[in-house]
């Protein structure tokens, strides 16, 4: 991937017309929903109710994240927490894209030069093998007292070798591995989570599930240990409020990560966030992976993400 399109969009009080909000439908080709041909005329359908709740996810963030920044002045700042006060950060991963093995290992070792305490890894598109080798690489150097180990697969596992490889995965005490299999084999990920060594977490699992209904089966079914929550394409902000009031009264743990959105739209999953005051890392370093991107209130200091609140909106 070379370019990610993204979609801006601005609400205002016509009594106040000076005033704007800003927010981010920030559809992920591939991956979202409501990936279609026709997305940009049913956006501006949207656009037309800005206030009402939206089907497509994508414009359920953007305009939760817009009428949020009106309501507040305009500002940028959504919320009113410590950490859009710039008293607290936010802990995030250092996350390693894939690669070949040398180009994995030296950024491997730039995250951890950087002073990270968790590093995420995605998994499933070199040789297992050699993947298995990075991993030993940290784990000689590092124990886990001192940098937890996340693992990625974006459901690269099949039926067939899910299991050995989550055995594998389990002599390097890794803290979690997400989405080991494709989505919708339910009573599979139900064996895997039983089974592995490793704590599993649904990722792209919860995308497109918008009923409370669906949710609590999903949950009751698969009984992960984690689910991440990307507002973008599970619903906006509400519904990632819902997953986790479901998840929490089931003791699944829960963690919230970008997907590939501009700054603007990292702002506002960083500020609804913050509302949960997070101990546990956060994947919210993708911001840094383009070239051209909107001005941020956001900056890093090794894995703590702060919120300048003197920033001014878009």
């Known amino acids: ?72 002045g305009g500002t940028g700042v959504h919320v009113d927490t410590p950490f859009t006060r710039g008293e607290t950060s936010i802990p995030i991963n250092g996350l390693i894209w894939m690669g070949d093995r040398d180009t994995m290992k030296r950024r491997i070792r730039e995250k951890l030069e950087l002073g990270f305490r968790c590093i995420k890894l995605k998994i499933g598109g070199i040789d297992f093998a050699d993947e298995l080798d990075l991993l030993k690489f940290i784990r000689r150097e590092y124990s886990r007292d001192v940098i937890e ?9 099949s039926a ?22 494709k989505p919708g084999q339910w009573e599979l990920l139900a064996r895997l989570c039983e089974t592995s060594p490793v704590p599993v977490a649904l990722d792209e699992e919860l995308i497109g599930i918008t009923a409370d209904a669906e949710k609590e089966r999903l949950l009751n079914a698969v009984k992960p240990a984690y689910i991440i929550l990307k507002p973008s394409l599970c619903g906006g902000f509400a519904q990632a409020d819902r997953w986790i009031t479901l998840a929490q009264a089931r003791g699944i743990g829960w963690w919230a990560t970008s997907a590939l959105e501009s700054n603007i739209g990292l702002s506002a999953i960083a500020q609804w966030v913050s509302t949960y005051n997070p101990v546990m890392p956060q994947g919210l370093g993708t911001g840094a992976l383009f070239t051209e991107n909107y001005p941020s209130p956001l900056s890093l200091s090794g894995d703590n993400m702060s919120f300048n609140p003197e920033f001014k909106n878009v």
């Not at 939760?64 to 009106?70: F, N, R, V």
């Not at 070798?161 to 591995?177: F, N």
């Open 160 to 181: 067939a070798d899910a299991a050995y490889k989550l055995d594998c995965l389990g002599k390097l005490e890794l803290h979690s591995i997400e989405q080991p299999v």
């Open 1 to 72: 991937m070379n370019d990610k399109e993204t979609f801006i969009v601005h609400v205002w009080d016509d009594a106040k017309p000076e005033l704007k909000g800003v927010g981010e439908c920030a559809l992920f080709r591939g991956l979202s929903a409501e990936d279609t041909p026709d997305f940009e005329r049913l956006l501006s359908l949207c656009c037309e109710n800005p206030a009402e709740e939206h089907p497509m996810s994508s414009a359920r963030f953007g305009f939760e994240s817009a009428m949020a920044d009106l309501r507040n």
């Open 149 to 157: 180990l996340r693992v990625d697969a974006n459901g690269a596992f």
